[in-house]
Each structure stands twice: as structure tokens, then as C-alpha cells.
């Protein structure tokens, strides 16, 4: 079956609205008012969702590679086990979302919001996330290995269990960060505490030896 188009979306919202299982690979779907559709294990690669109002949508085990959400609003969104790679998400807000066992993989996320949001056993490997604001975030068993986050805002933040190896934070803003079980090397720069005695295989489920 071919991909969804714009105007096929469009319809589709003056009908029952939801894309449950579509394929909608490439289109266009920039500044449209989607928020609260169910796209769960729908495919979105490529699509362009820039600007879109997706508030409240349900985008739970979605395949969203290289798509672009700059400025989109997916506060209150559902992202369970959802995998995004290479997307391009600068400025989108995320506020307030559940973002469970979501799968973010080398992602340009600068200045995006994700205050308030759940992102227990999320990844974010190799992603950039300079600027994001992570206030009041849950990020129990979260993996950010790699990640750039430069001068974000971790404010109220929760990283338990979390991998922060070879994250950059320069510049980055702690306060009231719970840390029980992180992985950092170093001194954590929240605390001024060095990570030194800790056995990360008995508190980390995919603990790696580097």
C-alpha cells in the first residue's frame, strides 16, 4: 500500500483522524493539527513534521528515522518504545510526555523542551541535546552515552541508574539532581563527587565495560 499523502491525511482527519499501522514514509505533514491522533506503530521516515501541533498524540512504537520535527509540539505525547535516528527535532517541546524505552539515536535535539517528562530506560546515544531543558525530567535508567549536552538545564532532574559516559556538559546547569546509582566518569559535576568504589554491573542492566 503507498504512503499516505497531505491531502489523504487532511481527508483522514475529517473522518475518524487516526494512522494507527500507516505508512506515512515522506509526507508532508508541517504545521498540521494532528495532536491527540493515535500514529502508534505507524512509519514516518522522512516525514516532515516541522511546526505540526501533535500534542497529546499517541506515537507509541512508531519508525520515525530521519524526520524532521523542528519546532513541533509533542507536549503530553506518548512515545513508548518509539525509534527515532537521525531526526531532526531543534526546538521541539516535549513537555509533559511519556517518553518510556524510547529510542533516541544520533539526534540533532538542540533546545528542545523536555521539562516534566518521562524518560525512564530512554535512549539517547550519540544525540545532541545542547541547550535542552530537562527541569523536573524522569530519567531513571536512562542512556545518554555520547550525547552532547552542552548548557542544558537540569534542574529537579531525576538520573538514577542513568549512563552519562562520555556525555559533554559544559556549561550545563544542576540543581536538586538525584544521582543514586549513576554512571559518570569523573567527578559529577552536580556534586563534586567522584565516581570512584561504585560496581556498575549490579545496579545497570547493560552495563558495558568502557
Known amino acids: ?69 523542528e519546532g513541533t509540539d509533542f507536549c503530553g505525547a506518548t512515545f513508548h518504545r518509539t525509534f527515532l535516528q537521525r531526526c531532526l527535532l531543534t526546538g521541539a517541546r516535549f513537555r509533559d510526555a511519556d517518553m518510556t524505552g524510547v529510542q533516541v539515536m544520533v539526534c540533532r535535539c538542540q533546545d528542545a523542551d523536555f521539562s516534566g517528562t518521562r524518560l525512564r530506560e530512554g535512549v539517547f546515544l550519540d544525540s545532541e541535546l545542547d541547550r535542552a531543558n530537562f527541569t523536573r525530567a524522569d530519567c531513571t535508567g536512562a542512556n545518554f552515552r555520547g550525547a552532547s549536552m552542552e548548557g542544558a538545564r537540569l534542574l529537579g532532574t531525576v538520573l538514577a541508574r542513568a549512563d552519562l559516559r562520555k556525555v559533554r556538559l559544559l556549561g550545563a546547569e544542576f540543581a536538586d539532581v538525584v544521582d543514586e546509582g549513576v554512571l559518570f566518569y569523573g567527578k559529577k559535576p552536580w556534586s563534586g563527587k567522584a565516581s570512584v568504589g561504585v560496581d556498575y554491573k549490579d545496579i545497570l542492566p547493560y552495563y558495558q565495560d568502557d
Open 1 to 69: 500500500m503507498a504512503a499516505l499523502t497531505r491531502d489523504e491525511v487532511t481527508e483522514r482527519l475529517a473522518r475518524d483522524g487516526h494512522f494507527v499501522e500507516e505508512d506515512l514514509s515522506y509526507a508532508d505533514l508541517s504545521g498540521m493539527d494532528l495532536s491527540g491522533r493515535d500514529f502508534s506503530h505507524a512509519t514516518l521516515t522522512r516525514a516532515d513534521l516541522s511546526r505540526a501541533d501533535l500534542s497529546g498524540a499517541n506515537l507509541s512504537d512508531a519508525y520515525m528515522p530521519e524526520v524532521k520535527a
